[in-house]
């Protein structure tokens, strides 16, 4: 018959061998995860998470909410739509462009106003330059409260995320409630 000799197949190993020692160094060098985050080198923010963004969006939403109360509370409101410094005769210039250039109030006109208003115990007075100020000065208000539980327990608490849906929510309503009491008042003509 032929020549040639027989064709012999031998298994090829497909996957390599792993002995026991370079398992070991697997397990060693294997980083478990756990819910602490890991800390930069001057343990301050944590990195590697979402945790960080957490704690500088507490910073923010507390150190925005606590400068704008105590600008509401140090200003005043004069005659006119003027809001004044104390000890300072002269009013700070008009910020709403949309009045200043078509004599028609924007929605957030008298926001300020209204925030200062509030924060010195006037109410009424507030409401009357701009009804959805209350709901918008109250949730301005109830961010220092929220920021700093969140500084408390983690964002991971129950209150944190709890809260967090609650200005989800508030950041959409808002909005839409300043709209529909801006058209109100242009409607009947209430603008101030």
């Known amino acids: 018959m032929s020549d040639q000799p027989p064709l012999v197949t031998q298994p090829v190993a497909t996957q390599p061998v ?3 020692p370079v398992v070991a ?3 060693q060098t294997e980083q478990v995860e756990t819910d602490e985050p890991s800390l930069n080198r001057d343990n301050e ?3 590697g ?3 960080g963004y957490s704690w500088i969006a507490a910073c923010l939403w507390l150190g925005g909410s606590l400068t704008i109360l105590s600008l509401a509370a140090i200003l005043s409101v004069g005659p006119s739509r003027h809001v004044y410094l104390p000890g300072v005769s002269v009013p700070l210039p008009e910020t709403c462009m949309m009045h200043a250039r078509f004599g028609i109030d924007c929605p957030g006109c008298g926001l300020t106003r209204s925030f200062i208003h509030f ?3 006037r109410i009424f007075e ?3 330059v701009n009804p959805a100020g209350i709901a918008i000065f109250l949730f301005v208000a109830a961010q220092v409260p929220a920021a700093s539980l969140r500084f408390a327990y983690g964002r991971s608490s129950r209150v944190a995320i709890w809260w967090s849906r609650c200005n989800e929510i508030a950041l959409v309503i808002l909005p ?4 529909i009491q801006w058209i109100v008042r242009l409607v009947l003509g209430d603008y101030r």
């Open 176 to 179: 839409i409630l300043t709209c």
């Open 126 to 128: 507030g409401m009357s």
């Open 25 to 27: 160094e697997l397990v």
């Open 49 to 51: 998470t979402d945790e």
């Open 18 to 20: 792993v002995t026991q």
């Open 45 to 47: 923010v944590p990195r």
């Open 119 to 121: 924060a010195h115990g």
